[in-house]
C-alpha cells in the first residue's frame, strides 16, 4: 500500500509539475521559447554537469555582459549556487515553478539590497488609521481589476530599491481612477526625490529612495504635499536624483485619506473590490527565483521586505496529491514583466503566507485637481 502511495504521489507531482511548464511557455520565436523550456526545466536536473549550456542560455535571455573574466567566472559560481536554490525552492513550493531568472546571478544579499527597497522591518505605524468592516456577504468568486482597466502596465523600478514607491502610486492610480474613470500613471520617481516622511514609533525610518520605504508613510507625504505628478511629468529614472523637482501645479492625483486592512482575507477582498487595488508588503525570499504558476510555499518567513500591489483574486487546482482547488491573491510586481507571469506573481490564501495579509493598505477616496 506504501508502495503505491508513493507511485500515485510521484506521478501526480510530474503530473503537476508537466501542467506548469507547459502553462508558462513564451509564445515568441522558437528560439526563445526553448531557450526559456529549459530555462523552466533547470530545476529537475540531477546535478550542475550543464550548468555553463544553462548559463550561457541566461545570458543571451538576460542580455546579461561582464567586464572582466573574474567578473564573469564570479556570476557563474553564483548562478550555480541559484541553480541549486531554485531545486530547494521548487520542492518547498511544488505548486509553483522555480528556475532561472533575472537574478539568476546575484547572492541573496545583493537581491534584497538592489530589489526589495527595505533596509528595515517593514511595519504598520502603530496610530495608522484602521479600514471600516466591509459587509462579506456578496464578494464575487474571483475578481480582478486588470479587467476593469484599474491597473497601469507592469513598470520596472531598476536596480534601485524604491519597490515601496510602485506600491503606492498602484494603489492611488487604481484609486484616482475609481474616482474619476481615467488611468493616469503617477510618478514612483517624485517620491523617490521628494518624500522623506518619517514613521515616529520607529527613529531612523525615514522614506530614503533606492535606500526604502514605506507606503503608509509615502501616503502621508502624498496627502501633506498635495498629490503626485504624472510619470511623464516627472519620469523616473531608477536612481536617487538628490533634489526634489515637484511642481505643484502638475499635480495629477490627491490623496483624500487612506488607512489599514486588517489582518482577515475576507475584508482584504471586500477593501479590494470596493476601494480598488491594495499596497502590500510581503516576504520576496521565493520571489527571486519564481517562474510561474500558484506560489504556496510550506515555510516562509512573515518578515516583510518588499512592496507590491494586490489586484486580484481567484483559485486553482494546484495542490500535488489532490486537484484541489485553492484561493490565491493577484500580485503586480514592479521588476519588469519578464519577470514571473508578465510581471505578476500568484500566491495562495489562507495562512498569510510570505506575510502578505499583515500589511494591507488602502486609499479609501481620492480627489483630484482641475
Known amino acids: 500500500m506504501a508502495v503505491r502511495f508513493s507511485f500515485l504521489f510521484l506521478s501526480s507531482l510530474l503530473l503537476t509539475s508537466s501542467f506548469w511548464l507547459l502553462a508558462f511557455a513564451d509564445d515568441d520565436v522558437s528560439t526563445v521559447a526553448g531557450d526559456d523550456l529549459l530555462i523552466r526545466q533547470v530545476v529537475d536536473d540531477d546535478n550542475l554537469l550543464n550548468a555553463d549550456h544553462h548559463f550561457a542560455i541566461f545570458k543571451r535571455r538576460f542580455q546579461k555582459v561582464y ?21 530547494r525552492h521548487q520542492k518547498l513550493d511544488p505548486s509553483a515553478v522555480h528556475g532561472i531568472t533575472q537574478f539568476s546571478d546575484l547572492t541573496p544579499r545583493e537581491f534584497r539590497r538592489n530589489f526589495l527597497g527595505v533596509n528595515r522591518r517593514l511595519r504598520l505605524p502603530a496610530d495608522t488609521k ?66 522623506h516622511e518619517c514613521d515616529p514609533d520607529e527613529p531612523g525610518s525615514c522614506d530614503s529612495g533606492c535606500n526604502g520605504g514605506l507606503m503608509n508613510s509615502a501616503f502621508e507625504y502624498t496627502l501633506k504635499a498635495g498629490g503626485l505628478m504624472r510619470e511623464e511629468d516627472y519620469p523616473y529614472i531608477g536612481t536617487d536624483r538628490g533634489t526634489c523637482k515637484f511642481d505643484k501645479n502638475k499635480v495629477a492625483a490627491k490623496v483624500a485619506n487612506f488607512s489599514a486592512v486588517t489582518l482577515d ?49 481567484g483559485s486553482a487546482g494546484y495542490a500535488p496529491i489532490r486537484m484541489k482547488e485553492k484561493p490565491y491573491w493577484v500580485i503586480k510586481n514592479s521588476w519588469g514583466e519578464n519577470w514571473g507571469e508578465k510581471g ?20 479609501a477616496a481620492v480627489t483630484t485637481s482641475h
Open 265 to 313: 482575507e475576507d475584508q482584504i477582498a471586500a477593501n479590494l473590490v470596493k476601494n480598488g487595488p491594495l499596497a502590500v508588503a510581503i516576504n520576496a525570499v521565493y520571489m527571486q527565483t519564481y517562474v510561474g504558476g500558484v506560489s504556496c510555499p510550506y515555510i516562509c518567513s512573515k518578515r516583510l521586505d518588499h512592496g507590491v500591489l494586490l489586484v486580484g483574486y
Open 130 to 195: 484602521k479600514a471600516p468592516i466591509l459587509p462579506t456577504n456578496d464578494l464575487p468568486k474571483e475578481f480582478d481589476w486588470r479587467e476593469h482597466g484599474a491597473v497601469a502596465p507592469v513598470k520596472n523600478q531598476g536596480s534601485c530599491g524604491s519597490c515601496w514607491s510602485f506600491s503606492t502610486t498602484g494603489a492611488l492610480e487604481g484609486a484616482n481612477f475609481l474616482a474619476t474613470g481615467k488611468l493616469l500613471s503617477l510618478s514612483e520617481q517624485q517620491l523617490v526625490d521628494c518624500d
Open 344 to 363: 505578476y506573481y500568484k500566491i495562495c490564501q489562507g495562512r498569510n503566507i510570505c506575510g502578505v495579509d499583515s500589511m494591507v493598505s488602502t486609499v
Open 67 to 87: 567586464a572582466t573574466k573574474e567578473e564573469h567566472d564570479y556570476r557563474f559560481s553564483v548562478f550555480k549556487a541559484n541553480l541549486r536554490r531554485a531545486k
